[in-house]
């Protein structure tokens, strides 16, 4: 069992008071295990993209085969219904978020400041290449695992270090795609009460259809 599919981890956290929300347990956890948690759904993303669906009887709109090889080389006749986004509407879509960088979790002197408290400790991490604690090691008597060593020790470092004054930046959360698609229009207010029931309807010949435009929104043409 990984780590993400045992959620009784996570609340285990909470209610044991390891977590409440404050600005060190977030900067802990992300420190400690967005590493840990993207290298699972990276690994999961893998083995089940190269997994073979097998053709199925009662589902003949199923296509079998492996996700990876379908994506990148599809069977014929397969068509691309992709468009091509005009350069200056793609450009300006992305100055609303050139200040996110969508793989950061945490901004550059937080992570190293972090860094630093283990560097400066003796708590050997076992980093792997990727950046993530081996999450399966365990150490001490009676056995912890080391990834909660390492999250626990973070957190009260940092709490320390918060409520001394100091402060540490967090990552900005991208707000500006919220412009890309307008607000939705308010419809005018109708009193449907103003309408017998044979008005809307005109009989055999179906619903006489109302321009709601031009005869409740001012100034329409």
Request: with cysteine.
């Amino acid at each position: 069992m990984t780590l993400i599919s045992d959620q009784r981890y996570f609340d285990g956290l909470v209610s044991t008071g390891l977590w409440s929300g404050t600005t060190a347990d977030t900067i802990a956890l992300l420190f400690v295990y967005m590493p840990i948690i993207r290298q699972e759904i990276y690994g999961y993303a893998d083995l089940w993209n190269a997994h073979a669906i097998r053709r199925q009887a009662g589902r003949p709109a199923v296509v079998p085969g492996k996700p990876v090889v379908l994506y990148f080389h599809p069977p014929a006749p397969t068509a691309d219904y992709g468009s091509v986004v005009p350069e200056n509407r793609l450009q300006q879509l992305l100055q609303t978020v050139e200040a996110y960088e969508p793989n950061e979790y945490l901004p550059t002197a937080t992570m190293q400041f972090c860094q630093n408290i283990f560097d400066s400790h003796v708590l050997e991490l076992q980093i792997q290449d990727d950046g993530g604690l081996d999450y399966t090691i365990v150490i001490g008597e009676p056995p912890v695992f080391l990834h909660q060593v390492a999250y626990i020790f973070l957190r009260d470092s940092l709490s320390q270090y918060l409520a001394d004054g100091n402060e540490l930046p967090m990552s900005e959360i991208p707000r500006g795609a919220y412009n890309w698609v307008p607000p939705p229009v308010a419809l005018p207010d109708v009193d449907l009460q103003e309408f017998e029931a044979g008005s809307i309807y005109n009989g055999s010949d179906g619903p006489e259809y109302i321009d709601w435009d031009d005869c409740y929104l001012d100034g329409a043409d």
